[in-house]
């Protein structure tokens, strides 16, 4: 299974751009980025994810290097809201079927 | 749009009880999936059902028991509660495996 590296924890400015790295040297071919997030006591939620090419949505951009074995999140205008832990994950087959493993994660704290 | 319901949201149980933890999503999806969370850890899987009458254990699925019983509900059934399975648990869904998983807000499980 890929595993992810991520930094324990970050701070940004709010109204700055968050960047948050994520290393994931062993992914294989067919493995999807996936970024999710959880803010305090609630549901992890989907931001976005990205096969090779850089992605982006109306919440954040996804930058995947050439080799695919880093990615970064791009939060282009933090805000106070975005404050949450962020999952970088690689997407797992098995048996067909795929599964989210999700690691400890980045701690983004957006101050005022 | 409620999404993923989950119910109960908050549950004591003495060690010994059984429980069933009940999710239910309104998106058509075929897969869902029950994790549990605990502190400062990432998501495990517990148990997915990839599409209706199929379901699969994850990563830590000892303990527990699943059943798929419509398109829609998706149970996780604790039959013998112990104080290791105290814990946040969380059930998903996606459209099918290789879609992104929409979580539901989770059920807080103390086990005395």
């Known amino acids: 299974d890929a595993k992810t590296t991520q930094p324990p924890s970050m701070d940004c400015a709010e109204g700055r751009a968050a960047n948050l790295p994520c290393n994931h040297s062993?992914?294989?071919?067919?493995?999807?980025v996936y970024w999710y997030r959880q803010i305090h006591s609630q549901g992890p939620q989907y931001i976005i994810h990205g096969l090779k090419n850089n992605e982006t949505n109306e919440m954040a951009s996804l930058i995947i290097t050439e080799d695919r074995k880093s990615s970064t999140l791009i939060l282009p205008h933090a805000t106070l809201r975005d404050t949450a832990v962020y999952y970088c994950i690689v997407r797992v087959g098995i048996q067909g079927a795929q599964k989210l493993v999700f690691g400890q994660g980045t701690r983004l704290t957006i101050n005022p | 749009n409620a999404g993923v319901t989950q119910t109960p949201k908050f549950q004591v149980l003495k060690t010994g009880q059984s429980m069933t933890l009940q999710c239910a999503q309104d998106m058509n999806h075929n897969s869902m999936y029950w994790y549990r969370q605990d502190p400062g850890m990432g998501l495990r899987l517990i148990y997915y059902s990839a599409s209706e009458g199929t379901t699969d254990k994850g990563e830590v699925p000892n303990g527990y028991n699943v059943s798929r019983l419509n398109k829609r509900e998706f149970s996780l059934r604790l039959e013998s509660a112990a104080p290791s399975q105290t814990s946040v648990y969380f059930c998903?869904?996606?459209?099918?495996?290789?879609?992104?998983?929409?979580f539901g807000d989770g059920t807080r499980l103390s086990i005395l």
């Open positions: 062993t992914i294989s071919g067919n493995e999807y």
């Open positions: 998903a869904s996606s459209e099918t495996v290789t879609q992104p998983q929409h």
